[in-house]
Every structure is written in C-alpha cells, then in structure tokens.
C-alpha cells in the first residue's frame, strides 16, 4: 500500500484545544487492522506521543464497522508461503502487539468512539484505549470461536477491562455484545444516541485536554505500571510517583490556585 493509501486510510484532525481526532477510513475493508492500517497507527502513535500541540488524542470510524478486526483476506493469503503462513503469521501478530502497546504507551489519553460494530481485534482496539464511548447502535464482540480461531490475543486487552466471568463469556460463546451491556461490564464508559456521541467524545476529550499534560502523562504511565503490581509494590511505586509529582512546577501552580481560587496556569511541566 502506497503512502498516499496509509494516509487516505486514517483521516486526522487537530483542533485548537490540542484535540487529534483520528478517523478510520477503509470502509471497502471496514476498517480492519491491515497491515497499512496497523503501521499508520503506530507511526501516528509514535509521532504524536512527542508532538506538544497534541494533547488528547480520539480514535474514531467511518462507515457501519468501528473496527472488524485483523484483515483475514491477507491473512489466507500468507498461508500460500512454504511454512503454511507461521512467519507471516507470526509477523502480524507481533506488529498488532506493538500497535496495541503504542496505545498504551503514549503518554497522551486515547479515547475510542465507538459508532459501529467492533470485532475480534477491533474490540481489542476498543478496550486497549483509555476510555470509550459508544452508540447505542454499536455491538462489540470476540467471534474468533466461530471460525476455530480463539481470540488469544483479544483476550489480553478484554481482560484487563472487565471481569473474568464476563471476558470468558465472548470469548468462549463468540456473541455479540450491545452497547448497554458493554457499558454494564466495564468495556465502554458511556452509551449516547448516535447523533449525540461525536458531541459526548469531544466534550471529555475537551475536558481532559484542559489539565496539565505533565499530569496526564505522569498519570497513565502509573496506572498502567501498578496494575501489575502486588498491593505493598504497587503503593511503593505511586508514593514514589507522588512524591515525584509534588515538586513538577504544574502541581505547585495547581495548588496554589485552588488555594487562592482562580484558574491554573500550566506549563506542562
């Protein structure tokens, strides 16, 4: 896929307020994570984890499929190499992987909205965001069952956002999950109308984008690390994290506003 294609694939806008919405746009594939999409992906991530002027960063879709998971046209065409498709294989797994944790690993929040339908890896995207909110229109769901394909790698994203119980359930019966119930188990933060969910994005994303960015970043990193943390180590890191925190120049200005009740003016550092 040409460069051209990679940018045609991923529409991008930044506002004024440091907000850049990201559209996917491959309506002929809906959206599936090609690997043109999955590369775009990783090198908006990587740029724009150290570009100031971005500040909150939203994932959003065009047409009915928010996301339909990995391209299994190009995946039945790896198949025709001499090893059955391992090293392909192998190779798109690794390259969704790294995706994945360039998400995480930005220090700008990621939010996901969510209009259409999200499968397979497109409910991995979903869940590995920071936040997501979605249509009461959208389904999500791990089907990989249905084609003797288990979503393994789904499964890492799903399972650190809702139950244990609830994980098993889609991955084990491969049904689709409402908007509602995405919501009820922790999958998605909201459901809207659709007319209203662009509008509900935005306005958290306004939100968030208005803090320090300093805070922000200093904040994902430390809940993503203490999660995998037993509860002594985990308090250990975040006092160390505070401590840290405390003496950055936005936290001393934060203070001092609330205390003499006007509006902070950050630095973002």
Not at 5 to 14: M, T
Not at 15 to 29: A, H, K, P, V, Y
Not at 75 to 98: I, L, P, W
Not at 109 to 114: C, G, K, L
Request: glycine residues 6%.
């Amino acid at each position: 896929m040409s460069d051209t294609a990679n940018n045609e694939i991923i529409l991008e806008q930044l506002s004024e307020s440091g907000i850049l919405r990201l559209t996917l746009n491959d309506n002929g594939r809906r959206n599936a994570l090609s690997e043109g999409m999955m590369a775009r992906l990783s090198e908006i991530m990587s740029t724009s984890a150290t570009d100031s002027s971005v500040r909150v960063i939203v994932l959003a879709a065009n047409g009915p499929a928010f996301c339909a998971g990995h391209d299994l046209k190009e995946m039945t065409a790896g198949r025709e190499a001499d090893d059955n498709g391992k090293d392909y294989f192998t190779h798109v797994m690794q390259t969704c992987s790294t995706m994945m944790q360039s998400i995480v690993n930005n220090p700008k929040p990621v939010i996901a909205e969510v209009a259409g339908v999200a499968t397979a890896a497109g409910c991995q995207l979903v869940a590995t965001c920071d936040l997501a909110y979605a249509a009461d229109t959208a389904k999500f769901g791990t089907p990989g069952v249905h084609i003797g394909l288990f979503c393994s790698t789904p499964m890492v994203a799903l399972s650190r956002n809702v139950s244990n119980k609830h994980a098993m359930e889609m991955l084990l019966t491969g049904d689709m999950v409402s908007a509602k119930r995405a919501a009820e188990i922790g999958l998605v933060n909201q459901v809207t109308d659709s007319d209203a969910l662009t509008e509900t994005t935005m306005n958290v994303a306004e939100k968030i984008a208005s803090k320090s960015s300093m805070t922000l970043a200093t904040g994902k990193k430390a809940f993503y690390h203490q999660r995998d943390l037993n509860l002594a180590e985990a308090y250990e890191y975040a006092s160390k994290v505070m401590v840290d925190n405390m003496l950055k120049h936005d936290a001393e200005e934060g203070i001092q506003a609330f205390i003499e009740k006007r509006h902070a003016q950050w630095s973002d550092k």
